[in-house]
Antibody
Framework: QVQLVESGGGVVQPGRSLRLSCVAS????????MHWVRQAPGKGLEWVAV????????YYVDSVKGRFTISRDYSKNTVYLQMNSLRAEDTAVYYC???????????????WGQGTLVTVSS | QSALTQPASVSGSPGQSITISCTGT?????????VSWYRQHPGKAPKLIIY???KRPSGVSNRFSGSKSGNTASLTISGLQAEDEADYYC??????????FGTGTKVTVL
């Protein structure tokens, strides 16, 4: 069925790295933009990053620029979030989400994964 | 990239209508017809309920409706039901290929 399944979360020390994965199934992966959205414990949603449907462009929220990298592998129908130099404030549930890119740029999120928890702590 | 402003909480009795506001600026909400709304139950992933300000995805109840005036978008839930008790978030395109969420609103069904 149509779904997104995240993995790769866990407990990591400050300053270390972690890579999240999101496997897409049930739809044409190459037709959609893909995002990562996070939610700190007890807090609201925060958009983190987007990658174009063809991988040609990537954009980030200011707080992760230079530390996080979004990428996608069409052979595996997977989108990744490489997180480096992690900080305590990066602790959150990370969701991947699909975007139909109707207008040719980020629009909205019409399908979400179940999320994966990242805890940054010593 | 400042978060859009939503009321922290809104409540209503079953069968009533409630409205949640989402206030941005002329650079985001006011500039684009791209406000979307999401419902999130505790411990669950968000779900899209409104996109492009007023449109409902297939399968979403017509009890949900969206509107916009100037820099403020609104979500109205009519015929409030127990299952509507959840957190609600607005989101919009903020220019420069970025998106921004609202602060979130907790809806309580009395």
């Amino acid at each position: 069925q149509v779904q997104l399944v995240e993995s790769g979360g866990g407990v990591v020390q400050p300053g270390r790295s972690l890579r999240l994965s999101c496997v897409a199934s049930g739809f044409t992966f190459s037709s959609y933009g893909m995002h990562w959205v996070r939610q700190a414990p007890g807090k609201g949603l925060e958009w983190v990053a987007v990658i174009w449907y063809d991988g040609s462009e990537k954009y980030y929220v200011d707080s992760v620029k230079g530390r996080f990298t979004i990428s996608r592998d069409y052979s595996k129908n997977t989108v990744y979030l490489q997180m480096n130099s992690l900080r305590a404030e990066d602790t959150a549930v990370y969701y991947c989400a699909r975007d139909p890119f109707v207008h040719g740029y980020p629009n909205w999120f019409d399908l979400w994964g179940q999320g994966t928890l990242v805890t940054v702590s010593s | 990239q400042s978060a859009l402003t939503q009321p922290a909480s809104v409540s209503g009795s079953p069968g009533q209508s409630i409205t949640i506001s989402c206030t941005g600026t002329s650079s985001d909400v006011g500039s684009y017809n791209l406000v979307s709304w999401y419902r999130q139950h505790p411990g669950k992933a968000p779900k899209l309920i409104i996109y492009e300000g007023t449109k409902r995805p297939s399968g979403v109840s017509n009890r949900f409706s969206g509107s916009k005036s100037g820099n403020t978008a609104s979500l109205t839930i009519s015929g409030l039901q127990a299952e509507d008790e959840a957190d609600y978030y607005c989101c919009t395109y903020a220019g420069s290929n970025t998106l921004v969420f609202g602060t979130g609103t907790k809806v309580t069904v009395l």
